[in-house]
């Protein structure tokens, strides 16, 4: 699994301009929950698609920039969490245990009909 780090707020901007090409996921992550452990693990030990890119954000060492996803992309921050982007927009969020990679694929196989 390849995860693109985010550290930085200007980051977002790219993320947001790729999701017109290909579907993005940003996964905020909190090092000290344990239920975010737990749904890191679950999406890792599934497959990766190749079709969706990835992006990891430790919201603990990188606060401003998760508030800053809450309200650019208009989400309610929570903790773990999952938003799908395509076509700048926001068509998918979830959190804590009901965040799962099916789900994701689901959603994404969604968006090309």
């Known amino acids: 699994m390849k995860w693109n780090v ?4 200007s980051q977002l901007s790219g993320i947001i301009a790729r999701s017109y090409d290909r579907p993005q996921v940003i996964y ?3 090092t000290r ?3 975010s ?15 969706i890119d990835f992006h990891y954000l430790d919201l603990l060492s990188y606060r401003s920039l998760s ?4 309200e650019q992309l208009k989400v309610h921050h929570e903790s773990p969490q999952v938003i799908l982007l395509h ?3 926001v068509v998918y969020d979830e959190s804590h245990l ?7 694929v689901e959603q994404t ?3 090309s009909k």
Do not use: V
């Open 37 to 51: 452990s737990i749904a890191l693990r679950r999406l890792e030990n599934e497959p990766f698609p190749e079709t």
């Open 98 to 104: 009901s965040i799962d990679m099916q789900d994701i």
């Open 67 to 70: 508030n800053k996803i809450a």
């Open 28 to 30: 905020k992550h909190s």
């Open 6 to 9: 985010l550290t930085d707020e």
């Open 109 to 111: 196989t969604l968006l």
């Open 87 to 89: 076509k700048g927009e």
């Open 33 to 35: 929950c344990n239920i």
